[in-house]
Each structure stands twice: as C-alpha cells, then as structure tokens.
C-alpha cells in the first residue's frame, strides 16, 4: 500500500508530485474522451488527472508531452512467449519498445517440456523485462491426456499451486472444452481450483455449437481466442464471453469479427490478442501495437481500439490497477503523434521513461537466467534410423488412413481414406506426390516411441524438415518423402537441443537452434528475426504450404484440434477422442 498512499497525500493536495505529464491531449477509455489534460504521477501511479478548464498541477519534474496524445499502456490478453522463440526478457524487450506494457503469457509450451521448472524459470527471467509479465497457468500439460506423451503433467494439485503465485493472472486457455462439457474428474477439477481462488479461467473453444458454448461458459470459462467468423463472435459475446480478438503470425481473425462488434454497438466483452508472434513479424510489424493499428484500420473507431486494447482487458483479467490512466492505477502511459497510425513515441511503465522512439532506454540484463537455458531436452533413446520413417504393410496395395491437409484452412485436418501402394511390405509413396510420412517421436526421454503415418496435400515434394515446435507435447516431428534425409534432419536437432532443420538433396539446408526447451533463444529480435527469415525460406523450397512453413508440420500433432492428428502414440480421430490404425487391415 506504500505506493498508494504516497499517490493519496499528493491527490488529496492537488500535489506537489513526483512527476507531471503536461502539453497532452488525454484519452479517457472510460469515456471516449479526448481533451487536455495534465497527469500526475506519485509512487509509480497515476495521482491526479485534470478535468477540462482545471488549473495545471505541479511536481518535481515536468515532462511536456508536446502536444501528442496520451493513452494507457497497452495489454495482450493472451500470448504464447515461446512462440516468439525468444526467451521472456528479450520478448519484453519488443514489447516494452512498442507500447505493450502487460502481457498474459501462457507458458504450455515450454511446461509441456519442463513441467513446474519451466514455469519458475519463465517467471525469473520475465523478471528482467522491461515491462509487466503476468503468467496464466497452463490447463492442458498435456493437451489430451492418454493421447499423447508429454515431458509433465499437471494435474489440479501444481495448477493450483501455481495459481498461488503472485503473478498468476488466472487458467491459461482450456483446450479439452470437450471434457469440461462432458465434466470430466480432470478438467471439473482444474476449472474449480480456478474458481475457488476468484481467478479467471481464459477458454479455447472453435466453432462450439450453441448447447456446448453454454455449458462451457457455464462452467466458469470467461473467454475465448479462437473466433474466426462474425456469427461465431455473436453468439459468444450475446452470451457474455469475452472475445480476445486474435491478429497473430498464423490466424488474423480482426477481419471477420469487427463487423459483428460494428453490428453489436462495440461491446465491452471485446478485447485483443497476438497469441502467437514470431521475431520476423515482431521487426516488420510489432505486437499488440500491430493489433491496435490492424483493427483501426479495419474501422474500429482509434478509441474503440485503444479501449479494446486496455480497459477491456483489464476487466477480464480482474485487474483494477492497469487498463486506464485514473488515479491508483499503473502510470503506464504512451505518447502517440497521431491515433489513427498508433506509432508509438514514447513509452512509460509505472511512470519511468523504457522507451523512446522505438528504442529502448537501458538494455535487457543478458545473464542466464537458469540452467535451463543450457539442458538439451532432446532426448531419444538412439539415434532416429531410416527404418523408423517407414510403414508396414502386407499385400500389394494398403487402404490407409490420410491426414489431408487443405492450406485454405490449415488450422484443420481432414481424415481421409487413401489405397497406397506396398513394396518389400512397406508404403510406397514414390509414384505419388501428394504424399509424405510424418513421424512424431517422443523426445523427453520418457519411452515414449514413436508413429509414423501419411499426410495428404501439404505440398512437400522433396527433401524433409524436422522440428521441436510441435504443440503442445513439442515431441520431434520429422515430415518429408525420403526416409534418410528425414532421418538427417532428425539427427540434426538431437544434437543441437531442438529447434527447425530442413535437408534436401542430402545436406543440412537450415538450421534453427533453440537450445532453451527446444523452443526459444536466449538472443534478441534483432539476431532471431534473420535466423527465422532463412529457415523458413529453407523449408518453404522443399514445397511446403501454409502462411508458415515451420509451425504448419508440427501442428500435425496437435491432438486437440479436428479432425486427425498424430503422436508419438498413434493417430488420434479428434472428434470422436479415440486412436485408429494408419493401416486398415
């Protein structure tokens, strides 16, 4: 409370503060207003904000705005850090420079791999960004328990311990909807563990139907990210979940949903999200910053934006310390030329000068933050042989389960029925085209063997890639058309500790380490973003599909997703949450 009272004396005396922001013209996300105003700032906190005619405020140091406008720091509801493969504090480093002071991260990639410490290890390096991380906790370590073999498991007993600690923002996003609905003992347990403490439980739930979206937020779920149409996007929000809007490297769904918020009147239960961005987008793009600037140019209305962006996400996350500039909340405040491009020029976290013109003011602390930084997590009980790349079959021809991928949607899979030839009693794909093997290994060192199965259209014509970023288990998976180059590619990442490899022609063409998990770096934007530019230039010259080569084989192994996916346990039917054979016999 120290903080808060030393805001309270200046407040109740209209100062002296420790700082005041004059020359601005202030944007109230409670009001939708825009007028000038002075700020100020004690403790870290917003003390005092004039009205319009009031008489200006003194303080100790005066910082002339200069005219530009005031807005509070921006918020991104739900964020995957690993997925900028860069470790938390060279992600906030990115953030804190463009505006984005409050993330809520969702660790479940690298908890899938660590467990307990990689959520410890996550929380001490967020510790050296240059703004607020706040961690939800992981519900689906694994994704689909049973289907899948995974480095950890939490159950209701570490998510609620976890849920304890002091920056534990709520349950990251429930991915098994289907067992809250049908409540199941595991997730009717997480869910309450959630509830007892008061926290928000963020959802997941794609294209749910109306009965099934009831009872999920019934159940005490309060959002969702996974919207991608306008009627999708009104039913939830007419039934009172809160719509995390999502603009990521992999799905922009900004522009099916704003003419269903237009049509709704812009509703509170609206907010922003990036979900997933990568170092390359992060450079030519930015982050939740690009988000704001997407859904303007979309028609959302500047303030509308900002709000959505702030105030919105602020109240799903129950936090009544940030989202606005108001006395007693966060002095988290950005300096803007012009609304409508949101370039941002200067940025303040709870009122201290960490950005200015893009540019952060003290560099990030590089030291290790653990040693995990430095454990290879890629472990496999021998190296991958060509023999594991092949599938066994009798007779001439094999009817055979298809993974059929379509890259106008690639975020589903469709289980298909193919006849494929048999040599020497194994598949033979070389007369057909549009086909190659996809292997999923276990890589945490738990025995977990491996599957091999087919998948149809995904574009691969030569050559093979190899990755540890598979969600959510990130087992290794291997996709390619020749047995010994995938098993190159393999090896490649059981040396370097995981990350992306791509063989053609029987060389390493890329290579992508990321030691930490087999998911992140420890380096910055600057040097990650080419690293990432390459391999995928690598991978999309083997004729991959999809908007992104190097995330579109691992999410093969999604199990969560429809229709088919595959582990390192077999092949999964999503929908009906049973393993089918990839040979029909």
Sequence with gaps: ???????????????????????????????????????????????????????????????????????????????????????????????????????????????????????????????????????????????LPGFETSGAEFGPGEIGQLLDEPNAAGLAEVMDYIGVVQESPRMSAIVEECAKRGKPAFGHAPNADMPTLAAYIASGIASCHETTNAEEAKMKLRNGMVVECRESSACHDLAAIVPALQELNWPDNACLCTDDREPDDLVAEGAQDNTVRRAIALGVPPVQAIRMATLHAAQLLGNTRIGALAPGRAADILLLDDLETFQVAEVYVEGELVSKGGHLITPVDPTPSGEIEKRNTVILPTTPTEEQ?????????????????????????????????????????????????????????????????????????????????????????????????????????????????????????????????????????????????????????????????????????????????????????????????????
């Design 1 to 143: 409370m120290k903080d808060r009272n030393i805001a309270m004396a200046a407040a109740r005396t209209r100062g002296p503060f420790e700082k005041v922001f004059r020359n601005l013209h202030f944007v109230n996300v409670f009001t939708r207003e825009i007028y000038p105003a002075e700020i100020g700032v004690c403790g870290g906190l917003v003390a005092y904000v004039t009205s319009p005619g009031e008489a200006g405020l003194s303080g100790s140091e005066v910082i002339d705005c200069g005219g530009r406008y005031a807005a509070p720091g921006l918020i991104d509801t739900h964020i995957h850090i690993e997925s900028s493969m860069m470790t938390p504090r060279y992600y906030g480093a990115v953030c804190a420079a463009r505006g984005v002071t409050t993330i809520v991260a969702d660790p479940h990639e690298i908890c899938n791999v660590l467990g307990t410490d990689a959520f410890h290890y996550m929380q001490k390096d967020a510790a050296k960004a240059k703004m607020r991380i706040l961690y939800a906790v992981p519900s689906c370590v694994p994704a």
């Design 389 to 585: 790349f092949s599938i066994a079959a009798k007779g001439a021809k094999a009817d055979v389960h298809v993974i059929g991928f379509d890259d106008a949607v690639p975020i589903l899979t469709h289980l298909c029925r193919d006849e494929v030839p048999v040599r020497n009693g194994k598949l033979d794909i070389s007369d057909r085209p549009d086909l190659c093997y996809l292997t999923v290994f276990e890589r945490h060192g738990k025995g977990g063997g491996h599957t091999t199965c087919l998948v149809r259209g995904c574009g691969i014509a030569q050559g093979a890639v190899a990755a540890t970023i598979s969600h959510d288990c990130h087992n290794l998976v291997v996709l390619g058309r020749d047995s010994a180059e995938m098993a190159l590619a393999a090896n490649q990442l059981q040396q370097c500790g995981g990350g992306v490899a791509s063989v053609l022609n029987g060389k390493v063409t890329g290579l992508l380490e990321l030691p930490v998990g087999g998911l992140m770096s420890a380096q910055p934007v600057e040097q990650m973003a080419p690293r990432v530019v390459a391999i995928k230039e690598a991978v999309r010259a083997l004729g991959m599909k999809g908007q992104n080569p190097i995330i579109q084989p691992g999410s093969f192994a999604l199990t969560v997703i429809p229709e088919v996916r595959v582990s390192n346990l077999g092949l999964v039917d999503v929908l009906r949450q049973k393993f089918i054979p990839v040979v029909i016999e």
